[in-house]
């Protein structure tokens, strides 16, 4: 008698743009474990780019992930595997509060209801029951708090330097050395201190100032 078939859904997250290739990466360790482990991949792999799972839920690729496999579940009346590379691939939230961004527990409990486990190529061993799963997830929460603040503490550390802290380029402003902006307009004509007026602006703030002046006169 043959071995069942075990369906797996693959998914892959990043919670930014995708500059240097991490979602291809993980859906290759994701295929590759499928293979060892003699699992059955179910359609195309499924992806979430820049959708953060500390600051809100995983997009509309861990959804239609998660119906893929609910639907596979039904279908064929097997436990079906949901796989990512690493547990905070699903999901980085407290779950602890009206509108917090979903937990790894609250998931990990809504899939294997219905018959889908998540399973990781990384860090597999710690989704095994919700006491692990209920740890692990929590520090992964911790994790992003951490993160979230030393960034928030970076962006403001480089603001004071007058370092480039990301956004366009202010009005009046070159960027040299590493990233440092420097105020190259002169003070000598009337043109130029009317520009130096708006130094350091965005290019929205020089456009209203200027369509103000326009409706003065």
Known sequence: MSAPIIPAVVYSA???DDKNGSIPEQIEDCIEMAEEEGWTIVGEPHKDEDFSAYSGNRGPGLEAAKRAAVQS????GQIVM??????????RGAGDKPGAPQSLGE???ELRRQNVWLRTCED????????SVAAIGRRAH???VRKSKSVRKGVKRRAKRGRYIGGRRPFGYVYRDTW???GVLARSSPMS????????????MCAASRRTRLLAT
């Open 193 to 204: 201190q009317r520009r130096q007026s708006f130094a350091g602006s965005s290019l929205s």
């Open 82 to 91: 949901l796989v990512a590379q690493a547990h905070d691939r699903f999901a």
């Open 14 to 16: 990043k919670s930014t």
């Open 107 to 109: 998931l990990w409990h």
């Open 180 to 182: 440092r902006m420097v």
């Open 142 to 144: 911790i994790d992003s």
């Open 73 to 76: 579940a039904k279908d064929t």
């Open 124 to 131: 597999d061993e710690d989704l095994r029951d919700e006491a």
